[in-house]
Every structure is written in structure tokens, then in C-alpha cells.
């Protein structure tokens, strides 16, 4: 455990701050990716980082603080999300790409692609994009992602293949 780290949990908020200096970027990135809204991944960002400070006595060092703020800022969105869900009355997904096709072709693009990466990982249904994100880019296995999103590890592995096949769609224009 780091020196920050233990002066953070006896309460001095500077060095919390430096905590957050050094992590607010990368936790802002992974909001964002999980979010597909900015506005709502800064919300989220914030959040994670009060539940960190609330919960930081938690933190035993067994793993690096980044991987428990990483861990900790997931459960934070997905648990906005159940509770997001649980308010709203009714939800509609869409795998009608066409409205994202309309926003996405430009010519100043690389030729044959229509979207960036981060764009079309921000166009793909929620689930979908849930488990790329949390499979692909940040390293989470199908048990780990089940677990947190409170999905069988078969549909987990579903998403997956569905938000790749996705992808490669919309990344082939």
C-alpha cells in the first residue's frame, strides 16, 4: 500500500486529491465507455470517487488502489443502472443502426471506415456494450461480468459475440 493510499485513509484530503488527480482520467474513460453519454459519465465519475472515499478503510492493498477504484467505479454504474431501471417504466433497446449511420459518415474519414472506434462502441445496445467494454478493454472474464451485471455467463459470452459482430459492421463501411 502506498504512502498516499494510507494517508488518504486516515483522512487527509490532500491526499485523496492526489488519488484523484492521478486516476480521475482513467476512471472518467471507463464511465465513459460503460455510459455512452459524457454528461453521465462525469455524474458517474464523481460518484465512484465518493464511494471511494466513503468506503476507502476497505481497501486492504491486496491489489493495486487502481484496480480497486477500477473494480469500485463499475459496481458504481452498474449499480446506477439497476436502479435506473428499476425507475423507469419502460425501456426500448434498438439495434437500428441507421440513425448512427446517418451522424457517422463523413469524408474526412479513413477510407471504408464510417466511425471511430470509440463511436461505434458508444453505438452498440447497452448489454452489449456493457460486456465489450468490460471483457475487451478492461479484462474481465465472462464469470467476473455475470456476476457484476447480474447476467448468466452464456449471455455474457452472447453479448460479446454480438457487440464484436457489431463492430466489424460498423467499422467495415
Known amino acids: 500500500m502506498t504512502d498516499l493510499v494510507r494517508r488518504a485513509q486516515e483522512g487527509d484530503r490532500d491526499a485523496f486529491q492526489a488519488l484523484y488527480r492521478q486516476h480521475v482520467g482513467r476512471v472518467y474513460a471507463l464511465c465513459l465507455r460503460l455510459s455512452a453519454d459524457p454528461v453521465r459519465a462525469e455524474e458517474l465519475t464523481q460518484d465512484a470517487f465518493v464511494r471511494a472515499w466513503e468506503r476507502l478503510a476497505s481497501f486492504r492493498g491486496e491489489s493495486a488502489f487502481s484496480s480497486w477504484m477500477y473494480r469500485l467505479t463499475v459496481n458504481v454504474v452498474l449499480l446506477e443502472r439497476r436502479t435506473a431501471r428499476r425507475r423507469s417504466v419502460h425501456v426500448v433497446a434498438t439495434d437500428d443502426l441507421a440513425a448512427v449511420e446517418q451522424g457517422g459518415a463523413g469524408g ?25 467494454v468490460l471483457h475487451d478493454i478492461e479484462g474481465y472474464r465472462h464469470e467476473e461480468i455475470a456476476r457484476l451485471t447480474g447476467v448468466a455467463t452464456g449471455t455474457s459470452k452472447a453479448q460479446l459475440f454480438r457487440a464484436r459482430r457489431l463492430l466489424r459492421g460498423m467499422l467495415e463501411r
Open 108 to 132: 474526412d474519414a479513413t477510407p471504408g471506415l464510417s466511425l471511430d472506434l470509440e463511436r461505434a462502441i458508444a453505438a452498440l445496445p447497452r448489454g452489449a456494450r456493457e460486456v465489450f
